[in-house]
């Protein structure tokens, strides 16, 4: 496939195409390349560089959730026997086809064709896992298909939002934290501290460690965003 070197190539144009149509877009959410939603409508996408085994047991397993499920993969040069004996296969696992346009000037996306709906069982729970996960995402800090990157998961943003808080705060106590409107969850989230970002300081105090400093500095969009919030929410206390 021409003009991708990466899945994570192709992400840029579908985000850019979904936002066009409406939907709120989000990467990398619970092993999900793409996960996009217009009020009800939800969509899986699973991004890959070509129509191969590894991108057919990925869709196959998204279809336990209740969303339309598609593969995305550069347009082929080609639509000879073996392209057309693929696209059958994905029609009978009822899963839609997104080709992107990767030699183009301005890479654009088309639809093949979409998932056919069937009487497939699917299961509530996972599905509430995934919406879960995206809406406690404020903004799309990943890059969908991208392998070997630490992902900004929802848990990964409220522990840097608890970071931020202890930037403004210094040392303090996790009630301190969470009056701040951050989280009710910020003791739980100090006393884990799975990045490293946090350390113990007296009795039920905590303070920010240097790998807590560079957090903010590497994940400087969403930082801001939450010192822009704690200002608004001290100027409106």
């Known amino acids: ?27 990398e959410v619970n092993d999900c390349d793409v996960v996009a939603r ?3 409508d939800v969509i899986v996408i699973e991004l890959k560089r070509s129509i191969n085994l590894d991108l057919l047991l990925q869709v196959v397993k998204r279809q336990q959730m209740r969303v ?30 997104i080709l992107v346009y990767m ?17 497939r069982r699917t299961q509530a729970a996972p599905t509430r ?3 879960t996960e995206m809406d406690g995402r404020s903004l799309d ?25 202890l930037e403004r705060l210094g040392v303090a106590a996790p009630r301190e934290v969470t009056a701040l409107g951050i989280s009710k969850k910020a003791g739980e989230i100090l006393r884990a501290n799975h990045y490293g970002w946090f350390e113990r300081l007296g009795v039920g105090k905590y303070g ?30």
């Open 68 to 97: 339309a499920v598609y593969a995305a993969v550069p347009s082929p040069k080609t639509r000879d026997k073996r392209w057309r004996e693929l696209e059958r296969l994905l029609k009978r696992l009822e899963v839609g086809l």
């Open 141 to 165: 800090c990943n890059l969908g298909g991208s392998v070997g990157r630490p992902l900004m998961t929802a848990y990964r943003e409220t522990a840097l939002a608890v970071a931020a808080g």
């Open 38 to 40: 217009r009020g009800d």
């Open 129 to 131: 896992r995934l919406l």
């Open 208 to 237: 920010l460690t240097r790998d807590g400093h560079k957090a903010l500095e590497e994940f400087g969009e969403l930082a801001e965003m939450w010192r822009e919030k704690l200002d608004k929410t001290n100027r409106s206390a």
């Open 1 to 27: 496939m021409a003009g991708a070197k990466r899945e994570a190539d192709l992400y840029p144009a579908i985000k850019k195409w979904l936002e066009k149509d409406g939907y709120e877009v989000r990467a």
């Open 103 to 119: 030699d183009s000037p301005k890479p654009y996306v088309e639809v093949a064709f979409h998932p056919v709906k069937s009487e």
